[in-house]
């Protein structure tokens, strides 16, 4: 299959491209670098993604950012922010990737454990998990039976919070979480799924 990875130059999304390549023709894509580039909070930028990369038969999105800040120190702004990248930004995925997707093909969004184990400081994040999360359970129905739509669900990233020289304990390394999206791409009999990464661990 041919696959488009966007994000393919972050932790998780690089990955998945290694992860994907074993058996399929990738195209990666970040803002900044790749076989193409493109910004998903820009929407004619997804245009034209999908419209020169021609035919392809997958799409996973491995971008989009929110705010980390207590909620009495979210401004408007981190909210928009937050509200146009990773939520809009991945709902335009799906809505652009569309156009030239085969029949049967499907597109993976990624959302967050956020969504459903909260903690301090994520209001914003858990909000724009918890909307791609019932945006993909939705219109997974109004694409099928053409086209396939999941999302997985990554929880904390060992690399993530080695770096942050937070405990390791409940991290899981992107490797393993990049199978969860191997699934969404291979499994035919899987769509409007929100998968839980460490179920694929």
């Known amino acids: 299959m041919k696959v488009i ?6 932790l998780i999304g690089g990955h998945v491209a290694s992860a994907l390549a074993e058996k399929h023709e990738i195209i990666r894509v970040s803002r900044k670098e790749g076989d193409f580039k493109a910004d998903i909070t ?26 980390f800040k207590p909620l009495q120190e979210l401004t408007d702004e981190d909210f928009e922010f937050s509200l146009h990248s990773k939520l809009m930004g991945q709902v335009n995925v799906a809505r652009t990737g569309l156009a030239h997707l085969t029949n049967g093909g499907s597109i993976t969004l990624t959302s967050g454990v956020l969504a459903v184990e909260p903690a301090q400081s994520c209001a ?6 918890a909307g791609v999360e019932g945006f993909v359970r939705s219109a997974a129905l109004d694409i099928a039976p053409n086209f396939r739509l999941n999302v997985v669900s990554p929880p904390w990233i060992s690399e993530t919070l080695q770096a942050m020289g937070k405990d390791l304990s409940q991290g899981m390394p992107a490797a393993k979480c990049a ?9 035919t009999a899987l769509t409007g799924n929100v998968v839980d990464a460490r179920s694929w661990a």
């Open 179 to 187: 199978l969860a999206y191997v699934e969404c791409v291979q499994n």
């Open 124 to 129: 914003a994040i858990s909000l724009i998990n």
């Open 5 to 10: 990875v966007i994000g393919a130059r972050g």
């Open 42 to 67: 820009d929407k004619a930028s997804l245009e034209k993604l999908f419209n020169d990369a021609g035919s392809y038969d997958a799409v996973v999105c491995c971008s989009g950012g929110g705010a």
